[in-house]
């Protein structure tokens, strides 16, 4: 068994993919676009029976998977009928070091919010959260060094 994250960008995955792209070194390894696609016609049922109440625009992405380090997570710009809204989880982001710490987190935090400074804690040497300009939550994690 296998769980992946699936993030919904309503209209913006194509920009977030370059985003984390630029500032944690994503790859992307596989993108379709609505357009690459079957047609799909207003008031049709989709999977999990939500009704189309319009095409998406043909350009939207539809389905994309990329990689940050080890971990893959899939994306889309989904219906992009309201905006994205990422409650209830976060991401971790575990990195080597203080310094790749500090720089990832200053990336992520570029346009976001920081929610918790880096800082040491009982359970890390260098820790902190953030919400990216997506409005996704990252947890910046340098794992403390074994004893």
Known sequence: MHVQSYLFFEGRCEEALEFYRAKLGAEVTMLMRFKDGPKMEPGAEMCGGAEMSGPPPENNVMHAEFK??????????????????FRGFSLSLSVADEA??????????EGGQVQMPLAPTFYSPCFGMVQDRFGVGWMVIVPMPDA
Do not use: N
């Not at 940050?68 to 809204?85: F, H, K, N, V």
């Not at 790749?100 to 935090?109: M, V």
């Open 68 to 85: 940050i380090g080890d971990s893959t997570l899939m994306a889309s710009d989904g219906l992009a009928r309201e905006p994205a809204t």
């Open 100 to 109: 790749d710490a500090k720089r990832k987190f200053e990336a992520l935090a």
